[in-house]
């Protein structure tokens, strides 16, 4: 999606940025994982396929990507590289083109060492006050395998609500609609976060 290619999102834990070709091997290295695979159901590419991934990404306009970084390395700057911050990614799908109001949420927390802090549940908070505030989304769905206990839980915390099972596929469906109430409890919890301009691996403030 290009609406957010020169978009940066500065949290307390996590600082989201718009996903580059610079990012790609660090994320390749992450998807060799047969566990990642497992929890992302997806398949291993090629790093040629990795940067064609990448590029579709930025044009397509029914996704929106933002790389997470590790905001404590992040602030060390300039001293660290963009790509040793990383510590996941966090997606919005706009595929039902019946209800453009509706996106489909994931998070990947990959680094090993960058599980358990926070951060996943900061990333979706941004990403989802992002969708409610720039792409005019009501509702969100999280699509999520049975056996990642984790995330579940986490987006329980995140007032979504388990609405269907996928035995086939083996993953639960939850689901949030933002009625005046949730969408005021999102912005008071994202209220922190500053947004700023994005270039080239540098951020300036707006």
Known sequence: MRLNENTLLLGKKVVLVPYTAEHVP?????????????????????LEQEYSMQRSWREDADKC?????????????????????????VNLFLTDLRDPSLGEIEV????????????????VLMMMSY??????LTKFEAKIGQGN????????????EQVAVNSVFQEVTLRLTMNEH?????????????????????????
């Open 182 to 206: 949730e969408r005021q409890w999102l912005l008071e919890q994202t209220s922190h976060v500053e947004e700023k301009c994005y270039i080239d691996g540098s951020s300036e403030s707006h």
């Open 108 to 123: 990947m927390i990959a680094e090993p060492s960058c599980r358990g802090k926070g951060f996943g549940t900061e990333a």
């Open 26 to 46: 660090r994320y390749h290295e992450w998807m060799k994982s047969e566990e990642l695979q497992r929890l992302t159901a997806s398949e291993p590419l090629t």
């Open 149 to 160: 206990e984790p995330s579940i839980r986490m987006f329980q915390k995140l007032h979504f």
């Open 65 to 89: 990507t933002f790389i997470v970084l590790d905001a404590e390395k992040w602030q060390a700057r300039p001293s660290t590289t963009e790509d040793s911050c990383m510590a996941g990614d």
């Open 131 to 136: 969708g409610v505030t720039k792409l005019g």
